[in-house]
């Protein structure tokens, strides 16, 4: 008998770079103020993330400029400065050295790098471009989030073997709802590209306990690859914030925010909020098998129905 094949690792399968744009690397509510610092790996780096005395969310890059030091093994949060546990060297929250206790004068060129952060819908995210680039877009505000009318976040996240444009792609290909998560029809699906934003609007029929058909809507924007609200409008409105940050070129750490619009009372809302909630988490899970396997092929070869994919890779041009 043959041996098995090992599946081949999701570098050789997706020859795609890291993109650019904002990623999610933590919730607001794992920093506090002054409190323990967060170690990170992405990008195929290391970060640590911390809170100062000032209520400001802060990401640097894992280790001393000094002598190596990691910071996220003992270092320590002091005041609005970060202090390295090897040497005490103290770092101030744009990544320059403040305060080197036995030293008359601080080197030139003592600095850490400093993440840009943007701190929004209970998100802190970094700005990662491979040039250095400033940030080229704003994160925005989602209205639902913090609003009497809907519920809290109710979170959930993958480690998923492949590459944000891949994930990406899903959204703009309504067949596979068909083949893959047995929707009743093929959706309509059209997609529009404005600037960083990528548009969708879905129709999808959802069927009903009594055998019946619903028409829904989905309504995606993205902004980049990192950050995008998807809207389901039909038995319970729901938006989700749906994050994907690269831990290397071959991993996405992808979270699925969900809110959903409060009923008529707490039992109605938590029963239809949890069905719907655990339908889209098992049509996610549906796709890791074929995510985690599949090549990506930069000249695919199309048909009529498979919806506006090229939309979405003319779009994506810009994040490489």
Avoid at 51 to 74: I, K, N, Q, S, T
Avoid at 246 to 270: I, Q, W
């Amino acid at each position: 008998m043959s041996p098995t094949p090992l599946p081949l690792p999701a570098v050789g399968r997706i020859p795609l770079p890291l993109p650019d744009g904002w990623f999610q690397v933590a919730y607001s509510s794992e920093l506090i103020a002054g409190g323990e610092l967060v170690r990170l790996g992405y990008f195929g780096t290391e970060q640590v993330a911390w809170r100062g005395e000032d209520g400001v969310a802060r990401v640097f890059d894992a280790h001393c400029p000094h002598l190596g030091a990691h910071f996220g093994h003992g270092g320590t949060v002091v005041g609005n400065h970060l202090r390295c546990p090897f040497h005490h060297w103290e770092f101030a929250g744009d990544g320059r050295c403040a305060r080197i206790p036995y030293a008359k004068k601080i080197p030139p060129l003592a600095r850490v790098r400093a993440w840009p952060v943007i701190e929004r819908n209970g998100l802190v995210m970094v700005w990662f471009d491979k040039q250095g680039r400033a940030p080229s877009f704003e994160i925005p505000e989602v209205p639902e989030f913090g609003s009497s009318e809907w519920t809290d976040y109710s979170s959930h996240e993958w480690t998923v073997r492949s590459c944000a444009q891949e994930l990406a792609e899903n959204s703009v290909d309504p067949a596979h709802f068909r083949y893959v998560h047995r929707t009743a029809a093929v959706p309509r699906a059209e997609a529009r590209a404005d600037g960083p934003c990528l548009h969708v609007d879905m129709e999808y029929p959802i069927a009903t306990g009594e055998g019946g058909v619903v028409n829904g809507d989905i309504e995606i924007t993205t902004w980049g690859f990192g950050f995008g609200v998807t809207r389901f409008r039909g038995i319970v409105d729901t938006t989700v914030v749906v994050t994907g940050t690269p831990f290397d070129e071959g991993r996405v750490h992808n979270r699925l925010n969900f809110m959903v619009r409060k009923l008529e009372s707490e039992e109605a809302t938590a029963g239809l909020g949890r069905a719907f909630v655990s339908e889209i988490t098992r049509q996610f899970a549906e796709d890791l098998p074929i995510w985690e396997n599949k090549a990506h092929w930069e000249r695919p070869v199309l048909c009529d129905g498979d919806g506006p994919i090229n939309v979405l890779r003319q779009w994506a041009k810009q994040w490489y």
